[in-house]
């Protein structure tokens, strides 16, 4: 794959992005709530993927390569945004979060709900927090998610346990 992206140059990019289509979406979701921020911050996430290729340097590490560049470009646009006085917010509408509940295209409606909530929860976290939680739902295991953010694995795995229960009391907090 490695070879692929770097000697076919454009080919071998789009090869990597449709491969990973899901997850650079998933990242969008969680850090642009608003369709045009989410279609932004997609774009920026390429245009960052293309332009760091060459520092990718093996194979076997690209899913953490291209979520490291995923999660510092969403992180560096929502700071930008700040910066600009452009309040990024994550103000909800109970209609926008069901429409991302809808998407997931949840089994029955409760699922839905806690979808809903959950969403809603990461939403309230920080930064960071919402990285971890977004490669822990990846699959990620602590030493990717270490390698993502330049952690050491056990330090990843003690965020990750107090982002659990954060987001444990935030769900409690939001399901009726």
């Known amino acids: 794959m490695l070879n692929t992206v770097k000697n076919d140059g454009e080919q071998g990019f789009l090869a990597l992005v449709n491969q990973n289509r899901p997850r650079i979406l998933k990242v969008c ?6 369709r045009e921020d989410q279609d932004d911050l997609y774009q920026e996430v390429l245009l960052q993927i293309w332009r760091s290729l060459p520092s990718l340097k093996e194979a076997a590490h690209a899913d953490t390569w291209l979520y490291r560049v995923a999660l510092n470009t969403a992180i560096s646009f929502l700071r930008k945004r700040a910066a600009a006085r452009h309040a990024f917010t994550f103000s909800f509408d109970h209609e926008q979060i069901r429409r991302v509940a809808d998407a997931q295209q949840p089994a029955r409606q409760e699922d839905s709900a806690r979808l809903a909530a959950l969403y809603e929860a990461i939403a309230k976290l920080d930064e960071v ?18 390698d993502v953010l330049g952690l050491s694995a056990s330090h990843a795995g003690v965020m990750l346990h107090r982002v659990k229960k954060k987001l444990a009391a935030l769900t409690r907090e939001e399901m009726p």
């Open 29 to 34: 979701r969680v850090y642009a709530w608003n």
């Open 129 to 146: 927090e919402k990285a971890l939680i977004t490669l822990f739902l990846e699959d990620f295991s602590y030493e990717q998610i270490a």
